[in-house]
């Protein structure tokens, strides 16, 4: 038996993700502040970079691909910061991350029609 809960199609925000996730999780918790906010909208490629981010990372972020994202090392709770700037719904997230429509994430995750 496994000491880590695995959920098909999840990855698990653990510690060795959460340590590989660190740089892209601190700018996107920069984005509370207004400042940051207009210079990630301004220029978002200089904003990732000058958080060090590395491709794999800038370019899940630059596409929005939540999933990517999130096996990265991002936190959820970080990266819907980013969501906030676009807007995404936490819906679109979500199916996004289960690689599913927004259609089937509402009906299969979350029993609404």
Known sequence: MS?????P???LFERER???GYRMNKMAMSLGKPE??????????AFLD???LGAAEKQAVMSRDWH????LGGNLFFILKIAAI????MA??????????????????????
Request: glycine content about 8%; charged content about 30%; aromatic content about 6%.
């Open 86 to 89: 676009d807007p995404a719904s």
């Open 36 to 45: 940051n906010r207009a210079a990630f909208i301004a220029d978002e490629a």
């Open 92 to 113: 679109e997230i979500g199916a996004a991350q289960a690689g599913m429509s927004q259609e089937e994430f509402l009906k299969t995750r979350l029993g609404k029609a």
């Open 9 to 11: 199609e999840t990855p």
């Open 3 to 7: 000491d880590v809960l695995e959920i």
């Open 50 to 52: 000058s958080f060090g």
């Open 18 to 20: 959460s340590k590989n």
């Open 68 to 71: 990517k994202m999130i096996s």
